[in-house]
C-alpha cells in the first residue's frame, strides 16, 4: 500500500489521519453532550480531563493532517456528475476542517478564559486572569459548532452513499 496519495487513491497517512479523526469523533461528540448531563463530582472532573485531552489530541491530529496534506495534496480525480459538484465537495471538505478547528479551540478559550491551567500534552498553559464573559460566549461556539459538524457529517456520509448507488464510481476506495 502506497504511503503517499496519488492522482486517484489516498495514501496509507492520510487514510489513517481520516479514519482515526472519524473514530476519535465518534466517540467524542457523544461523550460531550453526555459530560454536560452529569452532576458535579469527582468523576465528572475526570471524565472532563478525559473530555479535553481527546479533544487536544484532535486538535493535534487534524494540525498535522493540513501540514501533511500541504506537502502531499489529495487525490485531484474528480468525475463530475452535473455541474458545481466538485465544487460542493471541496466545501464540505474545508468547512469540516474549519468546524473541527473552531470546536478544539473554543474548547480550550473557554477553559482558558475560566482561568484555568491547561494540559497541552507536551506543555502546560493558562492565561492569568480568568473572564467568564468571553468564556461562556466561546462555549456557546463550542455547541454550535458541534452541531454544525453532525450536519456537514451528514451531508459528507450522504453525498458517499450517492456515490456509491447512483453515481456507482466506488469513491469509497479512495479512501480504504
Ligand atoms: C467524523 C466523520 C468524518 C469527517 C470529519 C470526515 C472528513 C473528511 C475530509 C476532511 C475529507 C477530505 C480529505 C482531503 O482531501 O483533505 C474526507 C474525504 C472522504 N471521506 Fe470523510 N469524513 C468523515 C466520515 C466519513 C465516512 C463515515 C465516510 C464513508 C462512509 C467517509 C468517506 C470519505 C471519502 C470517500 C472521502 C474522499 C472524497 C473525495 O476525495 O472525493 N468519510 N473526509
Ligand atoms: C473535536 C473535539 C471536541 C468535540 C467533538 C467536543 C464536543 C463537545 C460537546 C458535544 C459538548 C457538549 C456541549 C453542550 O451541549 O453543552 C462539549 C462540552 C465541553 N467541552 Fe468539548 N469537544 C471537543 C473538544 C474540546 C476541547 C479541546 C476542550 C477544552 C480544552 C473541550 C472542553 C469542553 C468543556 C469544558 C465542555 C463542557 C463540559 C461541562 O462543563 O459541562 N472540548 N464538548
Known amino acids: 500500500m502506497q504511503v503517499f496519495n496519488n492522482y486517484s487513491k489516498y495514501g ?3 487514510k489513517l489521519f481520516h479514519w482515526a479523526t472519524f473514530i476519535a469523533l465518534l466517540v467524542q461528540v457523544p461523550f460531550g453532550f453526555y459530560l454536560v448531563g452529569l452532576e458535579f463530582s469527582d468523576q465528572r472532573i475526570e471524565l472532563e480531563n478525559v473530555h479535553i485531552l ?12 493540513l501540514i501533511w ?16 459538484q466538485v465544487l460542493i465537495g471541496k466545501a464540505n471538505h474545508i468547512l469540516l476542517y474549519l468546524c473541527i478547528f473552531a470546536i478544539t ?11 484555568e491551567n491547561l494540559n497541552f500534552i507536551f506543555f502546560k498553559y493558562g492565561f492569568e486572569k480568568d473572564n467568564f464573559v468571553l468564556a461562556d460566549a466561546y462555549y456557546e461556539v463550542h455547541i454550535y459548532a ?13 453525498a458517499v452513499i450517492i456515490h456509491h448507488f447512483i453515481f456507482k464510481d466506488k469513491i469509497l476506495n479512495k479512501i480504504t
Open 146 to 158: 458541534n452541531y454544525l459538524l453532525l450536519a456537514l457529517v451528514a451531508l459528507h456520509v450522504f
Open 12 to 14: 496509507l497517512l492520510a
Open 105 to 115: 479551540i473554543s474548547g480550550i478559550l473557554k477553559k482558558l478564559y475560566m482561568g
Open 69 to 84: 496534506k500541504f506537502f502531499n495534496p489529495s487525490p485531484t480525480e474528480n468525475k463530475s456528475f452535473f455541474k458545481g
Open 54 to 65: 481527546v479533544g487536544i489530541t484532535i486538535f493535534y491530529i487534524t494540525l498535522t493532517r
